[in-house]
Structure formats: C-alpha cells, structure tokens
C-alpha cells in the first residue's frame, strides 16, 4: 500500500513513499516540483518498535548512532600528557600505520589514572607498536618510550615523574629493514598437508609478515578440522630471525589429533521452545564423520528460526572407542511478545500511522503469529478515502522436515494512488522449501477479492491463483553487496471466477554485482527485470496487479507508479513490463560513499512489449552512509522525459543499496 510500510519479519528492508511539495525555480513565481521522499520502513519499525530499551539509552542492534549517554565513572587522580610519535625514515604510511596502533597516540583525550596508569599504557603500548612492526615483516625495529625525558626503564626503577603537566611522552619509533622468508618448513602429524610453502602464501622471498604466518597455521588447521580431525592444533612453531640476511626461517609442525564422529547432541538454555524440535532443525548428522561446514549450516538454520539472540555450539571430547564427539547447543530465547508502532506524514498524502504485534515460538517450536494494520492518507481524504491495512500471519518452520516451513495470511486493504482506487481482501497459504543455502522455492494457494476503480471504470475481481516463487541468492552482503548475484523467478496461473477469466502471471529479476578492486571500493552492480500477463485484455486484469513502473524500487526519477499505458491521460498499466538498472558505487571512506546510476523502463499494453513507447529514461547520484546496520541512502533523481503528475526531480532515502 503506497504510504504504509510493511514491517513483516525477515523481509528486506523495504520502504515507502510520499510526496511533499519543493521550490525548484525560486526565480520563477509559482514554479514548484514534486520531490519525493523515500523512507525506509524498516528503519522506522526498528526504531519505534517496543523491545525494553532501557531508558537512558538508544540503540539498533548494538549500534547508538548519538553516541552513549550513559553515565561514565570518572577517573580517579586522571594525569594529562601530550603524546608525539615519530619514526625515523620517510614512509609516511608507516607514520599512520604506527600512529594508529598506538594506545599513547589514540587515548591522549582519555588521561590515565596517575602515574601507575600512564606506565601501564606505556608499556602496553611498547609491545603493541612491537607487534605491528612484526606485522610488516619488520623483526629489526627498536621503540624507545620516554615519560617527561624520563626513558621507559628508568621510570620504572624511579618513585615519581617530575612535576610539569601535561607529562611530555614521547614515542621514537626505528622500524628496521623489511625481512623476506628464507627457510619455511611445513609438517603435519596423523594426516598429511602439503609442504609447498606458497600453497600456504609463506613463499621464499615474499616479505616475512607476522600476519602471513598466522593466516597459515590458521588455514593448516581448517583444512584438517574439515577432514574430521575437530581437535587439530600447532604442535610446533619455530621462528628464527637472521638479522645478518634479514631473513626469516620459519617450521611449523600441525597436529591433527584423533579423527571423529558427530556424537549425541543436547540442548541447554530453553524456557519454551522443544528442545528436540532444535536437535531437529539443527540437523547434524549423528554417526557422521565430523564437519565444521555442518556446525556452520546448524548454527545458520537456528538463527534463522528468529526466536533465540544467541547460538553456540559447544564440541565435547573425544573419548568413546569409535571416536564420536558430543555436540552441545547452547541458546538463548529472544522476547516473545514484541510491539512496534510507526508514523509518517505527506503535505499531499496527510498523516500514516501503523502498529503491528507479534508473538514468536507462540507454541514452543518456532512459530510466529503476527498482527498488523495502518492506516494513510489521514486529514487529506474523507473516511471512506483513507488507505489502510490489516494483515494476521502465521508461520511454522519444519512442518515436512527441518528445510520445510509453511506460512499463511490473511489481509484486507484499500489503495487508493492516483491511477486507481482498490478495495481487497486476500488469503494466501504457501509450503517453503530450502533447497540450498542459495536456492529456496515456494509455492501455494491464494484466494484474491477485489473492488476497483479506474481509467475503465469499476469491476468486482475474485481470483483464484496457485502462485510459486524461486530464489538464487549468492551474494556476500544482502544490505550492501559487493559480489554475486541474486535472481527471483515468480509465475502464478488465476482465474477470475466471476468474470470467468484465465489469467498468468510470470515476472523474473536479476541482479549482479562486481568489484573493479580487491578493497571493494569501486562496485559495478545491475538489474534487470522483465514481467508478462497473459489475459484477454488490460481491463480484464485488476489495476492493482498491472504492471505499472515508476517510484523509488522502479525508475527513479519517476512519480510512483506514474509509467505505462493512459487512457485519456490517465495512467492504467499494462500487461507487460521492462526495468533495467545500472550504477556505479564508490567508496571514498570507510562511513561515506557515493553513486551515480541510470534507471530505464516501461509498461506496455500487450503481454509482451512492443516498444511502441520508448523506454522512460532516469539518471542521478546518491551518497551512501554506512552503518553497522546497512548504508543509509540518500539518492536525487531526474527524468529525462516526465510526463503528466512526474516530478521535476526526485529525492529518496533508505536503508540498504537500492538493490
């Protein structure tokens, strides 16, 4: 419903729309556009629902975009300094590098308490600034701390610091010359691992990174708990710096321990859910020779069930004959009631206020009953006008096996956007299956009532529809990906009983995404998608379920469902659909972003596009905030060719990449 966002579980963040009236031309008496706002209507149900915040703090899953304001102890005796590091040479990368590691440097606004504390920094801060030196392969480097002039070692054996404040600190940084790997010997006790040491990036010559070393003996062991060995270790490491050569000699000896199989598994931490129906959802293969990728798909399949905030899997030992290993699940249930209300306003749409309520595992095996409604365009319409909302849902997670869950809802809904006025009532039941962990498929019934008025005047709609939908989802990120691709596939053959009409419906998207560079900060991502109605006309199918473009999810640029076929100048949709998609992201820092991008597409009378109409062109940039929680997007957007009730430009703001 256009103006109510929905705020249903699991679902993308998704948004809404609404217009408000902007002076474009302030030269030109009178001339005014139409800007509209894209909000995100996840943001706004994460934000306004009812979850027990405490009061004197706000928080989004952890993140406090206003900083804290709790109460911070004070410290006692706090000493003030001033801290200056340098480093002998001329790198200035290595400056910031060190800079950034050092504690000194970083925590000048946050005094220590006393003398004592200023030391315990001092000395913690030598051994970090060691360790990142190592970390660059330097093993010959020297840091040299001194306290008011004081070295580091002599203000340990002293009873005091002299009297000045702030106490002088000062950080002299040698970082030595750069060590290559010489000599690298690899080995492995109870199972074999190769012994060429590139395959573990630890080649002769290549710069003798602390990092590379443990990446190795990191990788060494994953590969040997991915042959069953859940135990494997570093036996052995020896690491010898030839300070003559500036090489380093490095052996490495990898234990992988007894091999085993997956044990009985238990659950700890239940108040309400079964703990057999989590043994079941957790799906590990009892008898089976051990698996990490097995835990990694248990720990997935029981968060996704939304009813625990945490999942640990903790191995047991090994200690039977035939060397099974027992597995405990340790979980810890989430709320189970949870309110959340919501509110938007329009100069031309007027007021939107929604609430929903959900009850989670309602009968301790993972259900979910959800209660919803909104209501829209409030003071702007008469009572019989208003858009509204109502919606009851109900799922249950492994009704045919662990992979299965069904889903049902109920929801009743009036529409009423400028092209057409829409009063319905639908009913819906779906069987979800994951087929992998990229692909999931559903498919089941809907019942859809709908009175309706437009362009061709009002008709009365009962639909009886067996919907399916098939997902591909690959990508590295859902709310800012940088890689993969994610494909939607949906059909759904109808029949209008009571006006005796056959109708199918079949719509595909895609999307893409690649990155020009290894850090990711320069992104080419695509989309594409294309629909098709097979009906005996355009007036036989509901406006409601005409393809109509235009709007943020469309082509922006574009008023919301504002592209498509006209009769008489008014917008009634067709019967088939193309929307295509390009931009290009930019990463210049690690919290701001930008983008440029071009959107096209059209609707067209027919079930397959003639382009008797060319396609409606809309071009524009953005700028990207990231956040712990997705970016937040701030998008401007101009149609090339805008006709009747479209904006001289749009504005739209979200959470999440547009797709």
């Not at 003639?610 to 905030?625: P, Q």
């Amino acid at each position: 419903m256009k103006g109510l966002p929905s705020c249903k579980p699991g679902a993308r963040p998704g948004a809404f729309e609404y217009a408000v009236h902007t002076p474009v031309a302030f030269s030109a008496p009178g001339a005014f556009g139409v800007a509209r706002l894209l909000i995100p209507a996840g943001l706004v149900c994460m934000v306004l629902a009812v979850t027990a915040l405490p009061a004197h703090s706000f928080e989004i899953f952890g993140w406090n975009p206003f900083g804290s304001s709790e109460d911070v102890d004070p410290v006692p005796d706090p000493l003030p300094y001033e801290a200056e590091l340098s480093v002998s040479g001329d790198d200035d990368d290595l400056s910031k590098e060190l800079s950034a590691a050092s504690l000194l440097v970083r925590e000048q606004k946050k005094p220590p308490s006393g003398e004592a504390g200023l030391v315990a920094r001092a000395l913690s801060d030598r051994e970090r600034l060691i360790a990142q030196l190592y970390a660059d392969g330097r093993y010959g480097g020297t840091v040299d701390i001194a306290l008011a002039g004081i070295p580091l070692e002599s203000v340990l054996e002293r009873s005091g610091l002299p009297d000045g404040r702030p106490v002088k600190v000062s950080i002299l940084i040698n970082p030595g010359p750069v060590f290559t790997f010489r000599d690298v010997s690899i080995s492995a006790k109870g199972s074999e691992l190769s012994t060429d040491p590139s395959l573990w990036g630890l080649s002769g010559g290549d710069t003798a990174e602390a990092d590379k070393i443990r990446t190795a003996e990191q990788r060494m062991v994953n590969v040997l708990r991915g042959r069953g060995f859940p135990k494997a270790n570093i036996a052995e490491r020896q690491i010898t710096a030839d300070h003559s050569t500036n090489t380093l000699a490095v052996t490495i000896v990898a234990e992988a321990g007894p091999q085993a199989r997956f044990g009985a598994v238990s659950v700890q931490g239940m108040e309400v859910t079964d703990p057999e129906f989590v043994v079941r959802q957790a799906m590990l293969p009892q008898g089976e020779i051990y698996s990490p990728e097995d835990l990694a798909r248990a720990r997935r399949r029981l968060n996704d069930l939304g009813i625990f905030s945490s999942v640990r899997i903790i191995e047991g030992g090994i200690e039977d004959p035939d060397g099974t290993m027992p597995i405990t699940i340790e979980v810890t249930e989430r709320k189970r009631n949870v309110i959340g209300a919501g509110a938007t306003w329009s100069s031309t749409e007027g007021f939107g206020v929604e609430s929903y309520w959900r009850r989670r595992n309602l009968f301790g095996r993972g259900e979910l009953l959800s209660i919803e409604g909104a209501v829209g365009r409030i003071g702007n319409q008469s009572l019989t006008d208003l858009e509204y909302s109502g919606r009851i849902a109900f799922e249950k997670p492994g009704v045919f096996g662990p992979l299965t869950s069904f889903s049902t809802s109920l929801q009743a809904k009036q529409e009423h956007p400028e092209a057409y006025k829409s009063r319905s009532i639908t009913y819906d039941a779906y069987l979800n299956r994951e087929f992998t962990e990229q692909l999931k498929g559903r498919a089941g019934a809907e019942v859809y009532y709908a009175n309706e008025e437009d362009a061709f005047g009002e008709e009365d709609y009962l639909l009886v529809g067996l919907p399916t939908l098939l997902t591909f989802d690959n990508r590295d990120d859902l709310l800012n990906p940088s890689k993969g691709v994610f494909a939607a596939l949906s059909a759904e053959p109808v029949y209008d009983t009571f006006n005796s009409n056959a109708m199918g419906f079949v719509k595909g998207t895609v999307s893409s995404y690649y990155a020009l560079d290894e850090a990711k900060r320069f992104i080419l991502a695509g989309k594409a998608s294309a629909g098709t109605i097979y009906a005996p006309s355009v007036e036989a199918v509901p406006a409601s379920r005409r393809y109509i473009a235009g709007g943020g999810g469309s082509i922006r640029g574009y008023a919301y469902r504002n592209v498509g076929p006209r009769v008489n100048g008014e917008v009634t949709g067709g019967r088939s659909l193309i929307e295509l998609s390009g931009e290009v992201r930019v990463k210049m820092t690690e919290t701001i972003g930008i983008v440029g991008f071009v959107d096209a597409g059209n609707a067209y009378e027919d079930s397959f596009p003639d382009f008797s109409e060319g396609l409606k062109i809309g071009v524009g940039a953005g700028v990207r905030y990231f956040t712990p929680i997705g970016p937040l997007r701030i998008d401007a957007a101009i149609p090339l060719d805008p006709e009747q009730d479209d904006p001289d430009f749009a504005l739209y703001v979200g959470l999440s990449q547009a797709f």
